[in-house]
């Protein structure tokens, strides 16, 4: 039978049925057949048809289903997630209509969850709401949230170092808005756009995890957009199309943050924003089943005020992740992430992913690291403080919205309790920015106190047992504590009492739900009972008696320990009101914390790399001495150092550079170098260099080797084109442009006229500092009509035959290629080698085709151009009455008769040969 027959069956009727779960097929074991709706039904336990009802309402999620201390999937589910989870797909059944099930238990559930969120998959988490046995039927379930990739408050879930961040969007024909929210902190922007490509320039500055679309706009162009900027994307989900509608979605924003107006946000006059913020939150809201009362903020994102980049260009540049495999390693994040706690590294991340746009703020950051670089003691003082920082952001979060334990009241206790140490260190400082962090980390001294206080050091993870609370800290509690704990010592003494009294040594006092307390006595010693022992219950081989004594103990001991839970459970709730009070004044803290581990990262790089602090501003120069680039020069392996280049750009007279040389020369590390120290040093960073002088870019593009965007449906060729038409059309005199061999992706005249143009067209029009790599070596030409280009070379050195890297920027422009020998040093077959050099050299000659194309030479068949050369009596007499040939070629006829006379260079008369021979052919 379908799965999905089966499910529709069971919504549509309502049987009861036998009560083992196991049992889900027919009573009587007949195959049910197809469309017998009633039967179907039938053939379900009441616990699959609960598990059907629930499943039919959260129909694109997993679902998982709590059975006792696992949580079990079913049908497709399970299909879906053994394969992904690598776990035992089982079936429960009896006969043919097996039910593909598979389950994980409930303690582990949390790095499987993980697994499937990876995918892009939603899971909804079904949990027993009601104790087994507290009513008639089976045991009331509900989905309690839903975690998808945008939507995670999970500890275990979530990746610490990451941000974690669902994009709503939303568009009409005037433009697109946008709003990101983060569920584990609570943090909220929103934003508009004119378009699709520049929504997803300012959503990919956060790497969001999951899109959140309008119903029925999934598979839309805009969303297909969208999408081909946001490759690191993993899902799309959607969401009622109502939530989206402005005027909605700003009633339910006042709503929830309780505000007449959305203007102190931003947002009065922002429709788009305020339709994709609205839905983001009601997304929240519904998947989490929260109120969701630690978002308490919602800011307006303007585009200006940062270093503008887009996706392709980040990747590119592998800023955050590297090309290779999209892990850290390789990456500019992953050399200068020195963070110690994940605030920091998320802080880090962020500024790297958007630099700075202005001066005064970039000066602040770069005064703050040149400080704190200078001074390793600080550095050594600061980093011991905040190893004892938590994540201050998610802590909050969790325990805001009621989900966290008393494990996080404590590690938040620790963490706040560090901030005054950490606050008088930075007060010290002489940079401004510093000094600015101070005042936020000593905010918090009453909370951090009453943590202290309140909570012991190792709580358990469990609240339903109580057991967290420290002693000293509630009267009423300790009392409770005293007596549930004295009254277990009384039990004790009742027990060795009436061993003594009745001489019956084996006797015990025990517990169970329906008696509470009672004595238990073997058959073989119920001679020794007393009378006043009241008898409750006979078992096989004892029986079980109650002394008013012992009922009169159990009271104390069972209600103070009921009690002490229950006070111990409001406790904690007064203590996570008191934390979501204080949530604001935690978050400034924890921003505070951010800012100075991530300058302190900087400071660390600063110092151990040997980077210097530039000097960044409002012109248009950039210039850099023996600049390096900072992730290969630290991947180099143990002997291997980097070679340092100069690069100079100046509006008046070296606007574009031309940068020419032989493949492997080192053409892109250069030119990547140089955007990165741009974007370190507008992140505030100091820089590889002796000395940099970056004038403030607005944007930085990159078109950078062949970005394969097959998936996306369009050719490399297009791609190129698609990026380099965004770039001409968006560029600035403030911007930084990086090429590299635009126009490789065409034929090689094509490819060369159109480099040609865009090289024109980015000096006279567009003045944007460009560093143009090509292997078209007639560019070096341009610098002769233009002004402001300059040619540029890697040096090489020939020596006995091979090519060196001399890895040396000079002037000029370069001679040759050396793809050859490149070829050669990657193991080409030799033969493929040498026919390679035989054609270049024909190439070379520059001798052209009949079409006026550079004529390549095609080796002949020998067996075919002997007979073809023997029809023409070249060698003779005609052996064969020669073909009538057009008169184009008489003239090769003729040259290559002449060649056997004039013995001409065997490589000339081959070719001539050939083209004879692909004639008469
Ligand atoms: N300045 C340098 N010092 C040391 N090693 C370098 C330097 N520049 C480049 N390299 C090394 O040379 C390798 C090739 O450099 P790169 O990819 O920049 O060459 P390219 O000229 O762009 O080559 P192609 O034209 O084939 O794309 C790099 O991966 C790096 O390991």
Same mark, same amino acid.
């Given at each position: 039978?379908?799965?999905?027959?089966?499910?529709?069956?069971?919504?549509?009727?309502?049987?009861?049925?036998?009560?083992?779960?196991?049992?889900?097929?027919?009573?009587?074991?007949?195959?049910?057949?197809?469309?017998?709706?009633?039967?179907?039904?039938?053939?379900?336990?009441?616990?699959?048809?609960?598990?059907?009802?629930?499943?039919?309402?959260?129909?694109?999620?997993?679902?998982?289903?709590?059975?006792?201390?696992?949580?079990?999937?079913?049908?497709?589910?399970?299909?879906?997630?053994?394969?992904?989870?690598?776990?035992?797909?089982?079936?429960?059944?009896?006969?043919?209509?097996?039910?593909?099930?598979?389950?994980?238990?409930?303690?582990?559930?949390?790095?499987?969850?993980?697994?499937?969120?990876?995918?892009?998959?939603?899971?909804?988490?079904?949990?027993?709401?009601?104790?087994?046995?507290?009513?008639?039927?089976?045991?009331?379930?509900?989905?309690?949230?839903?975690?998808?990739?945008?939507?995670?408050?999970?500890?275990?879930?979530?990746?610490?170092?990451?941000?974690?961040?669902?994009?709503?969007?939303?568009?009409?024909?005037?433009?697109?808005?946008?709003?990101?929210?983060?569920?584990?902190?609570?943090?909220?922007?929103?934003?508009?756009?004119?378009?699709?490509?520049?929504?997803?320039?300012?959503?990919?500055?956060?790497?969001?995890?999951?899109?959140?679309?309008?119903?029925?706009?999934?598979?839309?162009?805009?969303?297909?957009?969208?999408?081909?900027?946001?490759?690191?994307?993993?899902?799309?989900?959607?969401?009622?199309?109502?939530?989206?509608?402005?005027?909605?979605?700003?009633?339910?924003?006042?709503?929830?943050?309780?505000?007449?107006?959305?203007?102190?946000?931003?947002?009065?006059?922002?429709?788009?924003?305020?339709?994709?913020?609205?839905?983001?939150?009601?997304?929240?809201?519904?998947?989490?089943?929260?109120?969701?009362?630690?978002?308490?903020?919602?800011?307006?994102?303007?585009?200006?005020?940062?270093?503008?980049?887009?996706?392709?260009?980040?990747?590119?540049?592998?800023?955050?992740?590297?090309?290779?495999?999209?892990?850290?390693?390789?990456?500019?994040?992953?050399?200068?992430?020195?963070?110690?706690?994940?605030?920091?590294?998320?802080? +880090?991340?962020?500024? !790297? $992913?958007? &630099? =700075?746009?202005? /001066? @005064? %703020?970039?000066?602040?950051? *770069?005064?703050?690291?040149?400080?704190?670089?200078?001074?390793?003691?600080?550095?050594?003082?600061?980093?011991?403080?905040?190893?004892?920082?938590?994540?201050?952001?998610?802590?909050?979060?969790?325990?805001?919205?009621?989900?966290?334990?008393?494990?996080?009241?404590?590690?938040?206790?620790?963490?706040?309790?560090?901030?005054?140490?950490?606050?008088?260190?930075?007060?010290?400082?002489?940079?401004? +920015?510093?000094?600015? !962090? $101070?005042? &936020? =980390?000593?905010? /918090? @001294? %009453?909370?951090?106190?009453? *943590?202290?206080?309140?909570?012991?050091?190792?709580?358990?993870?469990?609240?339903?047992?109580?057991?967290?609370?420290?002693?000293?800290?509630?009267?009423?509690?300790?009392?409770?504590?005293?007596?549930?704990?004295?009254?277990?010592?009384?039990?004790?003494?009742?027990?060795?009492?009436?061993?003594?009294?009745?001489?019956?040594?084996?006797?015990?006092?025990?517990?169970?739900?329906?008696?509470?307390?009672?004595?238990?006595?073997?058959?073989?010693? =119920?001679?020794?009972? @007393?009378?006043?022992?009241?008898?409750?219950?006979?078992?096989?081989?004892?029986?079980?008696?109650?002394?008013?004594?012992?009922?009169?103990?159990?009271?104390?001991?069972?209600?103070?320990?009921?009690?002490?839970?229950?006070?111990?459970?409001?406790?904690?709730?007064?203590?996570?009101?008191?934390?979501?009070?204080?949530?604001?004044?935690?978050?400034?803290?924890?921003?505070?914390?951010?800012?100075?581990?991530?300058?302190?990262?900087?400071?660390?790089?600063?110092?151990?790399?040997?980077?210097?602090?530039?000097?960044?501003?409002?012109?248009?120069?950039?210039?850099?001495?023996?600049?390096?680039?900072?992730?290969?020069?630290?991947?180099?392996?143990?002997?291997?150092?980097?070679?340092?280049?100069?690069?100079?750009?100046?509006?008046?007279?070296?606007?574009?550079?031309?940068?020419?040389?032989?493949?492997?020369?080192?053409?892109?590390?250069?030119?990547?170098?140089?955007?990165?120290?741009?974007?370190?040093?507008?992140?505030?960073?100091?820089?590889?260099?002796?000395?940099?002088?970056?004038?403030?870019?607005?944007?930085?593009?990159?078109?950078?080797?062949?970005?394969?965007?097959?998936?996306?449906?369009?050719?490399?060729?297009?791609?190129?084109?698609?990026?380099?038409?965004?770039?001409?059309?968006?560029?600035?005199?403030?911007?930084?442009?990086?090429?590299?061999?635009?126009?490789?992706?065409?034929?090689?005249?094509?490819?060369?006229?159109?480099?040609?143009?865009?090289?024109?067209?980015?000096?006279?029009?567009?003045?944007?500092?460009?560093?143009?790599?090509?292997?078209?070596?007639?560019?070096?030409?341009?610098?002769?009509?233009?002004?402001?280009?300059?040619?540029?070379?890697?040096?090489?050195?020939?020596?006995?035959?091979?090519?060196?890297?001399?890895?040396?920027?000079?002037?000029?422009?370069?001679?040759?290629?050396?793809?050859?020998?490149?070829?050669?040093?990657?193991?080409?077959?030799?033969?493929?080698?040498?026919?390679?050099?035989?054609?270049?050299?024909?190439?070379?000659?520059?001798?052209?085709?009949?079409?006026?194309?550079?004529?390549?030479?095609?080796?002949?068949?020998?067996?075919?151009?002997?007979?073809?050369?023997?029809?023409?009596?070249?060698?003779?007499?005609?052996?064969?009455?020669?073909?009538?040939?057009?008169?184009?070629?008489?003239?090769?006829?003729?040259?290559?008769?002449?060649?056997?006379?004039?013995?001409?260079?065997?490589?000339?008369?081959?070719?001539?040969?050939?083209?004879?021979?692909?004639?008469?052919?």
């Amino acid at each position: 039978m379908a799965v999905t027959q089966q499910m529709k069956a069971a919504k549509a009727a309502a049987v009861e049925l036998p009560v083992d779960p196991t049992q889900d097929v027919a009573p009587d074991g007949e195959k049910a057949s197809e469309g017998s709706g009633a039967r179907e039904i039938a053939s379900l336990t009441p616990m699959m048809r609960q598990y059907l009802e629930v499943k039919a309402l959260h129909p694109d999620t997993v679902l998982f289903f709590r059975l006792g201390d696992f949580y079990e999937m079913f049908f497709e589910d399970a299909v879906k997630a053994s394969e992904i989870l690598q776990i035992t797909l089982t079936a429960r059944a009896k006969g043919a209509d097996k039910v593909p099930m598979c389950g994980i238990p409930y303690h582990s559930s949390r790095r499987y969850i993980a697994r499937l969120i990876g995918e892009g998959l939603k899971v909804a988490i079904c949990e027993q709401v009601e104790e087994a046995g507290s009513g008639p039927g089976i045991v009331r379930r509900e989905v309690t949230r839903v975690i998808t990739p945008g939507m995670v408050l999970d500890e275990e879930v979530l990746e610490p170092r990451d941000s974690n961040f669902l994009a709503a969007v939303y568009w009409n024909e005037k433009g697109f808005g946008g709003a990101l929210l983060e569920a584990s902190t609570g943090e909220f922007l929103a934003m508009e756009a004119g378009s699709a490509a520049e929504l997803a320039e300012s959503l990919s500055r956060v790497e969001p995890r999951e899109l959140l679309v309008p119903a029925g706009q999934r598979n839309s162009a805009e969303v297909a957009q969208l999408c081909s900027r946001l490759p690191r994307v993993p899902a799309v989900a959607e969401g009622e199309v109502a939530a989206f509608e402005p005027a909605r979605a700003a009633g339910y924003l006042r709503s929830h943050f309780a505000v007449q107006s959305l203007s102190a946000f931003g947002l009065d006059d922002a429709p788009l924003a305020t339709g994709a913020a609205g839905a983001a939150l009601r997304y929240l809201k519904d998947t989490q089943k929260t109120p969701a009362a630690h978002v308490d903020r919602l800011s307006r994102q303007e585009r200006s005020g940062s270093l503008l980049m887009d996706e392709s260009s980040r990747a590119n540049l592998e800023v955050l992740r590297s090309q290779r495999d999209g892990g850290r390693k390789g990456s500019l994040l992953g050399v200068l992430d020195r963070t110690v706690t994940s605030l920091g590294a998320r802080k +880090l991340a962020r500024w !790297l $992913a958007s &630099p =700075l746009g202005s /001066l @005064p %703020e970039i000066h602040a950051r *770069l005064d703050s690291v040149e400080e704190l670089s200078a001074k390793s003691v600080w550095r050594e003082e600061l980093t011991g403080i905040l190893k004892e920082v938590a994540d201050l952001e998610r802590l909050t979060g969790r325990l805001s919205l009621g989900a966290g334990n008393a494990r996080d009241l404590r590690a938040l206790g620790v963490s706040l309790a560090q901030l005054p140490r950490l606050g008088a260190a930075l007060a010290r400082c002489q940079a401004s +920015l510093l000094q600015s !962090l $101070a005042g &936020p =980390l000593t905010a /918090l @001294p %009453e909370l951090a106190n009453l *943590l202290a206080r309140s909570v012991v050091d190792e709580p358990p993870v469990a609240l339903k047992e109580g057991g967290f609370i420290r002693q000293g800290y509630h009267a009423e509690l300790d009392r409770l504590v005293e007596l549930s704990t004295s009254g277990k010592d009384v039990l004790l003494k009742i027990e060795a009492r009436e061993k003594e009294r009745t001489g019956i040594g084996s006797l015990k006092i025990r517990y169970n739900k329906v008696f509470g307390y009672y004595l238990e006595v073997t058959k073989s010693n =119920l001679h020794l009972v @007393p009378a006043d022992y009241i008898r409750k219950q006979t078992t096989v081989g004892a029986e079980r008696f109650v002394t008013p004594e012992l009922k009169e103990h159990e009271e104390q001991v069972l209600t103070a320990e009921e009690r002490r839970c229950a006070l111990e459970l409001q406790l904690f709730e007064e203590l996570r009101a008191k934390v979501a009070q204080a949530a604001p004044r935690i978050r400034s803290a924890a921003e505070a914390v951010a800012t100075a581990d991530a300058l302190l990262s900087f400071a660390r790089c600063a110092s151990e790399y040997g980077y210097t602090r530039p000097e960044v501003d409002a012109s248009e120069v950039l210039s850099i001495t023996a600049g390096r680039h900072p992730v290969v020069e630290r991947m180099l392996g143990a002997g291997e150092s980097f070679v340092p280049n100069d690069v100079r750009m100046d509006p008046e007279d070296a606007q574009l550079l031309v940068i020419t040389g032989p493949n492997m020369a080192g053409k892109s590390t250069v030119m990547r170098q140089v955007a990165l120290t741009a974007l370190m040093a507008q992140a505030g960073s100091f820089v590889p260099a002796k000395a940099a002088r970056i004038g403030l870019c607005d944007r930085i593009f990159t078109r950078v080797g062949a970005a394969d965007n097959l998936a996306r449906g369009q050719s490399t060729f297009m791609v190129e084109m698609t990026e380099t038409s965004h770039i001409l059309h968006h560029a600035t005199n403030k911007s930084l442009i990086i090429l590299d061999e635009i126009g490789r992706g065409t034929s090689t005249f094509d490819g060369l006229s159109i480099a040609w143009a865009v090289a024109e067209h980015l000096h006279d029009h567009v003045s944007a500092r460009t560093l143009f790599a090509t292997h078209y070596h007639e560019l070096v030409d341009l610098a002769r009509e233009r002004s402001k280009v300059k040619n540029l070379c890697i040096a090489v050195k020939e020596q006995g035959g091979k090519v060196i890297f001399l890895r040396k920027l000079i002037p000029g422009g370069a001679s040759r290629s050396y793809g050859i020998e490149v070829a050669k040093l990657a193991g080409l077959p030799s033969e493929v080698v040498g026919r390679a050099r035989e054609l270049l050299q024909n190439l070379e000659s520059g001798e052209l085709d009949d079409a006026g194309r550079p004529r390549v030479a095609v080796r002949p068949n020998p067996k075919k151009a002997a007979v073809a050369a023997g029809q023409l009596g070249l060698f003779g007499e005609p052996v064969a009455p020669a073909p009538t040939l057009p008169a184009s070629h008489q003239k090769a006829l003729e040259v290559l008769k002449s060649a056997a006379i004039n013995n001409l260079t065997p490589l000339d008369a081959l070719n001539l040969l050939a083209k004879l021979q692909r004639e008469l052919e």
